[in-house]
């Protein structure tokens, strides 16, 4: 693999210990929001100008940068250069701050004047412990800690890098809230027994019982939705993929951390080290595994996308674009558009892989790297599967799904044409078109199946509702429905955020009558949230696919208080689930709401803004800033999706005018 995947998992590992707490378990200081100067009269123009707005995803980048470059740091000038010791054996806090830690102990002198919370790592454990937890490892692990290099320049000690001395400021106490308990902690070191598989394991003692426990907690609570994947009917995520992990410690650590991640949020007593340091854990076994130039299988791809998509709940897409970039490599080497497609593991390694793929392609007016034959693979294997049993829904829904990612796919295509300028006005308009008539086509040409009316929804439950959360229709006929045929509402819901993207893409300002069309879409997609957070029996993490769909929608609904209300109020449900909204997109909210107060958070007197999510969401900003910053000057400069959204401007003759994005395009 490619050397600066190795630069950047250094990197990653050294920030991926504790962030700073205090003695007591508390976040670092959120900050208030600063004035934004945003005015207090409406916006005039339902389409405000939002470039980059979405989870924080800016620019595209890539991470190809010099080793050296990476690690040079600039003297201030008139300043001496002064070249400082590295360590490996500070605590996290320091070492997660990237400051040089004098490793007193139990409390070293930066976190007691800093009121922090100060955490030695613990020895690492002995090398091969993780294999002997279960009869399902029959191999050894590929990323596994055998053979480790201790490597001095990099400093893989097993938790973090070591790092540099630099100045800091100390940060001031927050105001606190109690959490609310949801979900019992995890058992103690005695636990006696859990399952796995349905048969009973011992959990031992200490943090192999952790392990165990958290993958249980994964296998019975974390569902594909939570990957936002629509269809799973291989159960991959429940069943496959907690049994893989067995064999291999990089994805074991990586699984776990991200089922802890989930349990700790809900955990009234949860801290932010109960799952960073699972996740650090692979992040140094996947480095050292590739350090060691073995060969790459199943495991080593499943361990970077697990991780990115940990990246993706911090909001960090940065960080994700480097896994993806790594993942692709990987993708490529070990598969093609066939093979992938003969295994259970390979099609949802292609479903979890182009999910990303398509994703960060279409908000970063950028084109898929995967190319089309590996999309049409996937559709025509599904169809093909289909034609041998017509009964069979869950084929069904995956042509459904694999024809909607692939019109996706080709608007990715479109917008990363149109930002390179490779495409006349003319070009842009017809291709525009077409792909309009494909994505009306999708929708009116589903297989009956996927629509059967015994199947709805025809009712919810209301009691207790408050104002604002009636906001939009409790439930509009025809949009909810029960398993198995849960996936056709959220591919309607997905269907309608990408109507709503491709429209508002076009190559002229749409007419009034278009406006309504799109805001139509938008309000179908509140509406759909609003059911399936309403209705009791929705699955798991269902809320958590459709996350963008609602950052999206937000952009085109009438921006009445009640309505500003309505989304601010999910935005928070969906980070107390984990979902962690980026610096970036809060910023682009708060224009366009006209209300500064959501940098720091979505509702008023910090409502559910918990000590342990201020804690996370924190970790996750300074993480971010941190990424951004340090690859700056590597960044492949690619104008966001959404810096074409300003069509308020009209030439002097009252005529439509191309947005700014839009006239740079097509007409520079």
């Known amino acids: 693999m490619s050397d600066y995947y190795h630069h950047f998992l250094t990197s990653m590992s050294g920030g991926g210990g504790n962030p700073p707490l205090s003695q007591h378990g508390a976040s670092i200081p959120v900050p208030q929001a600063p004035v934004l100067g945003l005015g207090t009269t409406p916006m005039s123009s339902d389409y405000p100008n939002l470039g980059g707005y979405f989870n924080g995803y800016a620019e595209p980048i890539m991470l190809s940068a010099p080793k050296a470059q990476r690690s040079r740091r600039k003297s201030a000038p008139g ?3 002064i070249k400082h010791r590295r360590t490996r054996s500070g605590c996290y806090t320091c070492r997660s701050r990237r400051v040089k830690c004098d490793e007193t102990h139990p409390v070293c002198e930066r976190c ?3 009121n922090r919370e100060c955490v030695y790592p613990e020895p690492t454990p002995p090398k091969g412990s993780v294999k002997d937890l279960s009869a399902h490892s029959q191999q050894g692990s590929p990323t596994s800690s055998r053979g480790d290099d201790d490597d001095d320049e990099n400093g893989q000690d097993g938790f973090l890098t070591p790092i540099m001395n630099e100045d800091e400021e100390e940060a001031e106490s927050a105001t606190m809230q109690s959490s609310t308990p949801t979900i019992p902690p995890p058992p103690s070191a005695s636990a006696t027994s859990l399952t796995f598989n349905h048969r009973p394991i011992d959990s031992g003692q200490g943090p192999d019982g952790d392990v165990l426990f958290y993958l249980n907690y994964h296998r019975d609570h974390i569902t594909h939705y939570h990957y936002s994947v629509v269809n799973d009917s291989d159960n991959f995520f429940q069943g496959i993929l907690t049994g893989l992990a067995f064999q291999d410690e990089g994805l074991l650590y990586a699984v776990v951390g991200f089922a802890a991640y989930h349990h700790t949020l809900q955990n009234p007593v949860g801290e932010i080290k109960d799952f960073l340091h699972f996740y650090n854990r692979s992040v140094t076994l996947l480095l050292g595994f590739l350090k060691r130039k073995e060969t790459h299988t199943d495991m080593t791809l499943l361990t970077i996308l697990q991780l990115a998509t940990i990246e993706e709940y911090l909001g960090d897409w940065v960080n994700l674009m480097g896994h993806q970039k790594a993942a692709l490599e990987v993708l490529t080497e070990l598969y093609t558009p066939q093979t992938i497609m003969q295994t259970p593991v390979g099609r949802m390694i292609l479903t979890w892989y182009t999910r990303f793929d398509v994703f960060t392609g279409i908000m970063g007016s950028s084109e898929t790297l995967l190319p089309r034959e590996w999309f049409a693979a996937y559709v025509n294997y599904y169809e093909t599967r289909g034609a041998e049993d017509p009964t069979e829904l869950s084929y069904k829904i995956e042509v459904c799904s694999g024809r909607l990612r692939m019109i996706s796919m080709e608007m990715s295509l479109l917008f990363g044409r149109g930002a ?3 495409v006349t006005e003319e070009e842009y308009t017809a291709e525009h078109c077409r792909l309009y008539n494909a994505l009306h086509e999708w929708k009116s040409s589903w297989d009956s199946a996927l629509v059967n009316p015994e199947f709805l929804v025809a009712d919810l439950p209301r009691n207790g509702a408050a104002e604002t959360d009636r906001v939009f229709q409790p439930l509009t006929p025809g949009l909810l429905f029960r398993p198995p045929l849960f996936a056709s509402t959220i591919l309607t819901c997905e269907w309608n955020s990408i109507a ?3 429209g508002s893409q076009g190559a002229t300002e749409p007419s009034s009558e278009n406006m309504e069309k799109l805001r139509k879409h938008a309000y179908v997609v509140c509406e759909i949230i609003v059911a399936v957070e309403a209705w009791p029996l929705s ?23 009640a309505s500003q209300f309505w989304i601010r109020k999910k935005f928070a449900l969906l980070e107390r689930m984990g979902y962690i909204s980026s610096g970036t997109m809060r910023l682009r909210m708060a224009e366009l709401f006209r209300d500064g107060s959501c940098l720091r958070w979505w509702l008023p007197n910090d409502e559910g803004f918990t000590p342990l999510l201020q804690s996370v969401r924190a ?5 971010n800033a941190t990424a951004v910053s340090t690859q700056s000057g590597n960044l492949r400069q690619v104008r966001s999706v959404f810096s074409r959204m300003d069509i308020r401007r009209t030439t002097s003759h009252g005529q439509g005018q191309l947005s700014d994005g839009v006239n740079t395009m097509l007409l520079e």
């Open 420 to 422: 390179r300028q490779d």
């Open 112 to 114: 007691r004047k800093g």
């Open 500 to 502: 709503l993207i491709h």
């Open 539 to 561: 699955p798991a993490g269902s809320l958590i696919i459709m996350q963008p769909c609602l950052g999206i929608a937000a952009l085109f609904i009438h921006q009445e208080e």
């Open 619 to 623: 970790f996750a900003d300074e993480r």
């Open 79 to 81: 300043l001496d250069h």
